[in-house]
């Protein structure tokens, strides 16, 4: 989508070594605890990962939560896990279609 990344918000699990040398090359912020001896401006450090933590619970799981609700993904009954998984997964994966083609659709709009 031609977006710049400077800031991103994961859990604890994404931060690996290679994840965090990504964004290091990219001079992207994370949310990552910082390893090793703590650098002088840890305090300010502290204070971004605390507001990317936050900002990224606000928003990622509110908007599974109404991503939930509108594709039905909550009455979801499947026979077993992997079914369940899948359709979770085309759920999500829908929702993310129908957001993008709203972005490109008003970037085409605006280009008009």
Not at 39 to 61: F, G, H, I, Q, W
Request: include cysteine.
């Amino acid at each position: 989508m031609n977006v710049r990344v400077r800031c991103v918000a994961a859990d604890s699990i994404y931060a690996n070594n290679a994840n965090r040398k990504f964004c290091t090359k990219y001079g992207i912020s994370t949310s990552f605890a910082r390893k090793g001896r703590a650098a002088k401006d840890e305090p300010l450090r502290k204070v971004l990962r605390s507001e990317l933590s936050r900002e990224r619970a606000t928003r990622l799981e509110g908007s599974f939560g109404t991503r939930k609700q509108h594709y039905s993904l909550a009455r979801i009954k499947a026979r077993n896990r992997k079914t369940e998984i899948l359709w979770i997964f085309f759920g999500i994966h829908t929702a993310n279609a129908v957001l993008m083609t709203g972005k490109i659709r008003n970037r085409t709009v605006k280009a008009a």
